[in-house]
């Protein structure tokens, strides 16, 4: 999945221009409850402004008038704390950018450097869990034999008519054992651990829908 499916557009953010006033840009900030807005100039992205970014270069400057401050433009204050990512990126790329780099919200460009809008945490983690099937019910299976075990227990999953929602797999980095953990729908999934244990399969742990 690319990050242009998780994008909140431009015309749907409130953006500041070069040449508003940092106190302008202050007050729509508290007044919305915002941590920093994204600074524009036509269609290009420029930067950030946070309210915290403004108080440190005040504090640096050796300023006495806050006022008097805070009049100038956002053009000296708007600040590149990462670079705008294509439009094209996959969402795990943008998943460790957000690790790595720390920041609440990636701004999102298209190969022209047009500035389409961003992509916040939130609306990350919402699709990663609605991908996972968070709210399905869990099995989970140990084996040193990932391919084979999944043809098994793929095969024991259709023939009792359930659905497969996620797989994920993780190694354990014991003895080459690998975790497989298994999102799925269906009836009677509570009867799935005793059928996978008779074809030999490890179930480690069954946690039964949320809804359930």
């Not at 793929?154 to 080459?176: F, L, R």
Request: no cysteine; hydrophobic share 45%; net charge negative.
């Amino acid at each position: 999945m690319l990050i242009r499916s998780l994008l909140t557009p431009v015309n749907k953010l409130t953006t500041l221009g070069l040449n508003d006033t940092v106190k302008s840009a202050i007050d729509i900030i508290e007044e919305n409850g915002f941590l920093s807005l994204p600074v524009t100039d036509d269609d290009k992205f420029i930067g950030f402004l946070s309210k915290q970014y403004v108080y440190e270069k005040f504090f640096e400057s050796g300023e006495k008038d806050f006022e008097a401050f805070i009049q100038k433009p956002v053009r000296d204050f708007a600040y590149m704390k990462v670079e705008p990512v294509k439009d094209t990126l996959f969402i795990e790329e943008a998943a460790d950018i957000f690790l790595n780099q720390q920041v609440r919200f990636l701004p999102v460009v298209n190969d022209f450097g047009k500035f389409l809008g961003i992509v916040t945490q939130k609306a990350l983690f919402r699709v990663i869990t609605k991908v996972y099937g968070l709210e399905d019910a869990k099995i989970v299976i140990h084996s040193d034999d990932f391919a084979g075990t999944l043809l098994k227990i793929s095969d024991v999953i259709y023939k009792h008519g359930a659905n497969i929602t996620n797989i994920a797999q993780m190694d354990t980095e014991v003895m080459g054992i690998q975790e497989i953990s298994i999102r799925l729908v269906g009836d009677n999934l509570e009867k799935l651990p005793e059928k996978l244990q008779a074809k030999g399969i490890k179930v480690k742990e069954f946690i039964p829908a949320k809804n359930s």
